[in-house]
Structure formats: C-alpha cells, structure tokens
C-alpha cells in the first residue's frame, strides 16, 4: 500500500487516487496524506463500474499518525451542511461525491470496502 501527498493549498499535487479499477473487499491501494494542516476542504470522487447484482458497502477512514483509524465526517454533495459518518452502501454504476468537512483531525485517509458482489471502484481524492 502506498501513501500519496495531496497537500492542497499551493503545494502541488492537490488530487491523488485512492483506488483505481479495485475490486474485492479491504483498504484502498494507496493511503492519502494532506499534510499536518487540518483545516482545509476535501471532495472524495468514487466512481463505480458494475456486474451482475452489485452491492459494495464503504468506509471512509482519517489517521493522525497512519497506524490508528477512525471515522471520518462526510457530506452527500445533495446536502452538503447534513454530517455524517456511518458507513454507506452503492449499487449502481455512476459516480458518488463526498464532501470530506473541515477543521477534522485526519492527516490520512483511506477507503475500506466490505460486502463487495461485482463492483469494480476507482477512487480520487481532491484536497483544496
């Protein structure tokens, strides 16, 4: 598993993938890092591709220190002000936003995905 910077602001890069064409249940291939500064915006893209009766439930999960994980407040981009951090499920093929909120203390991020049944899952994260 890798660890990407994404450190937003004015240090490039800003974007790093989490997963790309992952299958199966787990983590993410690669952690995300933003760097000691917790109070800048993040937008998770997840975009999906689908087989037969697809299901896969997902997790988003922060680190301070990338060994302890907890998780992390997101927002549905229908509603942006409405938190939350329960995990969800998708089934269809698309593409899902996330808001990741302010001022959390992750430095880390990763996606762990569990019940997967034929989904195939590509995931960026934007830092801002």
Not at 27 to 46: E, H, Q, Y
Not at 107 to 125: F, G, H, M, Q
Request: glycine share 8%; with cysteine; aromatic share 10%.
């Amino acid at each position: 598993m890798a660890t990407i910077a994404a450190l937003g602001g004015d240090r490039l890069p800003n974007t790093a993938s989490l997963s790309s064409a992952q299958t199966g249940n787990g983590t993410s291939t690669n952690i995300v890092d933003r760097g000691a500064f917790t109070g800048r915006p993040a937008l998770l893209k997840l975009t999906t591709a689908v087989g037969a009766t697809p299901t896969c439930t997902y997790a988003i999960e922060g680190s301070a220190d990338g060994i302890n994980w907890f998780a992390v407040s997101y927002a549905d981009s229908a509603t942006p002000d409405t938190g939350s951090v329960a995990t969800f499920a998708i089934t269809t093929a698309g593409t899902a936003y996330k808001i990741l909120r302010v001022d959390q203390p992750w430095r880390y991020l990763r996606l762990t995905y569990s019940a997967n049944t034929n989904v195939t899952n590509t995931a960026d994260l934007y830092v801002f």
